[in-house]
């Protein structure tokens, strides 16, 4: 009987693409995906580090295998990806009965630790005192103990640069369809880790340094998807409209990528993110404009309306110029939707501040914005030099008055679409349609129109992976309810 693997995913897209790659590794050499950890031999968990809150939801879900662990021996646990690259040994501390914690730039091996694992090969004790990764050590740092292993990238302070980029390497399986949760559509990483730094995040000290990957590889993946029926790609990075390929002798922007993907046949739709507003240059937006297959779209986080609260974030850019950027896009791409991502409660941000942030979001009128409260990560300049001095009490008040802000935005920018027809690519069955019989001739449909727009209707399941049209015929905040043509 092969092995049984379950996953389970916390976190951005990166996470996402990640366990997908994962997954895909494991079913080469026999693993079988399964959808409940109690069906599982193998239980993963893929983490973020972003908020508190995603590893305090993996650490809850730990405590709750510690009697499936202690009644099955044999059962293999593991913690992969971000938080295993911050938490390191706290996690065997927090919770003993895990057996493997892997960094996100050693999952291309993950097939091979596991096996390592269960078999138990070559494991040595695990020492009690885990310090930093030593300086100028040249090669991903891996500590054992019987039946556990850690392997994780180098400190971002520990050597030369050259050696901790080897230590956070990407892995890109060669998926096909029936490996990809939704076989239509891919994620396709072309950049891996952060130079940023800004100050509240973990990301760059998680994910090890900024890494682009080559072009001619990029669009060699993008020519395997398409020829396995993908229609939709979303190109990923940290910033991903820096993207930069040296490695050919002439430079390849991110502007460069998209003209040559779009002449890959089978491809229907181009998207990417998560974009830096210093980055926002005018041939990225003319080739948006140029090349039908890329959506227009764009996810851009300012994270403040004020200036003051950006240059304590190490943002690297003013409202002003922020704004700036904002007319750029409207200028160029009138029917561009933007999105928008932001922080409210950052250390000492003043009600003045909050309410700065607050005006940003009503002129610039986004699409949507993703709303977060600041959650202090050790580790971050603003853990090291700013107190968290706002109330838990006030962070929730003012998410949900920014929130309530965006959402009335949102239901606006929504009215025009009532009575138009739209075209949309179906992604698959809506949450509503898990409570439905599973032999209902009809069902509820979700897709996305090229702004990023959820539109859910009735159909038959044959329509999951096909662009179609529907009429809209109500709407709400979030979503456009449509009827099919």
Known sequence: MPHR??????????????????????MQVGYELVHSPREADTILYNTCSVRQHAEDKIYSALGRLKPL??????????????????????????????DLVVGPGQL???????DRVRRGDN?????????????????????????????????????????????????NVNRTAAMRSVPHQALVRIAFGCDRFCAYCVVPRVRGPEQNRPAAEIEEEVRRLADGGCLEITLLGQTVNGYRDDSG????????????????????????????????????????RDLPKVSPYLHVPAQSGANEILRRMKRGYTVEQYREMLERIREKIPQAAVASDFIV???????????????????????????????????????ELYADDISEEV??????????????ICLEDNQPYLGRTVEILVEGPSKVARKQPPGAATVQLVGRTVHDRIVVFDGPRELIGKIIEVTIEKLDPFTLFGKLL
Do not use: W
């Open 69 to 98: 662990k202690q009644k099955r021996p044999d059962l293999i646990i593991g913690v992969m990806g971000c938080m295993a690259q911050k938490d390191r040994d706290a996690i065997f501390r927090r919770a003993p009965h895990v």
């Open 5 to 26: 693997v379950y996953i389970q995913t916390v976190g951005c897209q990166m996470n996402v693409l990640d366990s997908e790659l994962a997954a895909a590794d494991l």
């Open 123 to 171: 494991l040595s004790p695990l020492p009690t005192d885990f310090g930093p990764a030593p300086g100028g050590e040249p090669v991903a740092r891996a500590v054992f103990q019987p039946s556990k292993l850690l392997e994780i990238g180098l400190d971002r302070a520990s050597g030369r640069r050259k050696d901790i980029s080897e230590s956070f390497k990407t892995f």
């Open 249 to 288: 002798g002439a430079t390849v922007r991110l502007s460069d990528l998209l003209h040559r993907l779009h002449e890959i046949a089978g491809i229907r739709r181009l998207k990417f993110v998560t974009n830096h507003p210093n980055y926002m240059t005018d041939d990225l937006l003319a080739a948006m």
């Open 345 to 383: 409660g950052f250390c000492g941000e003043t009600e003045e501040e909050f309410q700065q942030t607050v005006e940003l979001v009503r002129t610039a009128r986004f699409k949507n914005s993703f709303i977060f409260k600041y959650s202090s990560r050790p580790g971050t300049k603003a853990a």
């Open 395 to 408: 962070k929730r008040r003012r998410n949900n008055e920014l929130l309530a802000v965006q959402n009335a």
């Open 108 to 114: 291309g091996r993950l097939p091979e630790f596991i």
